[in-house]
């Protein structure tokens, strides 16, 4: 079955200090993966996505993600990190049929320190 | 475009009663999901409809819940009768047909008392 892990429950980063998010998923094949952020009392935003070729996407907000196969990875990553990137952000897997459903992770929550 | 508008924002409502969630997708967009969220088991997906047409109910947690796609345009949850443990904030999302990129709504916090 598939399953998706964010290993970290809260990370604190001081502000402009760099940002690595864990993910790891569990899948038969190739997965489509995405990551969503969310404020708080909002909705969720698509951060990014990763399909098939090139390994290393670039997103929104400056986020950048890198699928790894052989660590069944897809970490989320900014070089700067700004007050406003405090939330929290899930990652999730994508089954490849006519479904289009989504399996969230447990989501990982920002905290940044100014 | 006004995104996925859902209402409402926040509901309190008394165990027993019925409630009912709505959810307008993005025009154009002909595949919609409801998710539910709480703290304990995070975002479940409960139901979702492709060209309104329920796909995979296997999410929604039991008899009381109930959803409905009457046209492109419009869409709601219904649960009847209504629990404290529904207590959660319920999801909107639509995107189109072969577009995992969903557009969430704001979402709903229920609260039921």
């Known amino acids: 079955a598939q399953s998706v892990t964010q290993p970290d429950i809260h990370i604190t980063v001081s502000e402009g200090a760099s940002l690595e998010l864990r993910c790891n998923y569990s899948?038969?094949?190739?997965?489509?993966l995405f990551w969503y952020v969310q404020s708080p009392g909002q909705g969720l935003q698509l951060l990014l996505k990763?399909?098939?070729?090139?390994?290393l996407v670039q997103g929104i907000k400056g986020f950048e993600a890198e699928f790894k196969r052989s660590q069944s990875s897809f970490n989320l990553r900014k070089p700067s990190v700004h007050w406003s990137d405090a939330a929290e952000y899930f990652c999730?897997?994508?089954?490849?049929?006519?479904?289009?459903?989504?399996?969230f992770g447990s989501g990982t929550r920002l905290l940044v320190r100014p | 475009d006004a995104g996925v508008i859902q209402s409402p924002r926040h509901e309190v409502t008394e165990m027993g009663q019925e409630v009912t969630l709505r959810c307008k997708p993005i025009s154009g967009h002909n595949s919609l999901f409801w998710y539910r969220q709480t703290m304990m088991r995070g975002l479940e997906l409960l139901i979702y409809?492709?060209?309104?047409?329920?796909?995979?109910d296997s999410g929604m947690p039991e008899d009381r819940f109930s959803a409905k796609m009457p046209n492109a345009s419009f869409s709601t949850l219904k649960i009847q009768p209504s629990e404290p443990r529904d207590s959660a904030v319920y999801f909107c999302?639509?995107?189109?047909?072969?577009?995992?990129?969903?557009?969430f709504g704001s979402g709903t916090r229920l609260t039921v008392v």
């Open positions: 409809f492709n060209n309104n047409v329920p796909i995979d």
């Open positions: 990763y399909f098939s070729g090139d390994t």
């Open positions: 999302a639509s995107t189109w047909e072969g577009n995992y990129g969903y557009t």
């Open positions: 899948y038969g094949a190739t997965p489509y």
């Open positions: 999730a897997v994508g089954r490849m049929d006519s479904s289009y459903k989504l399996i």
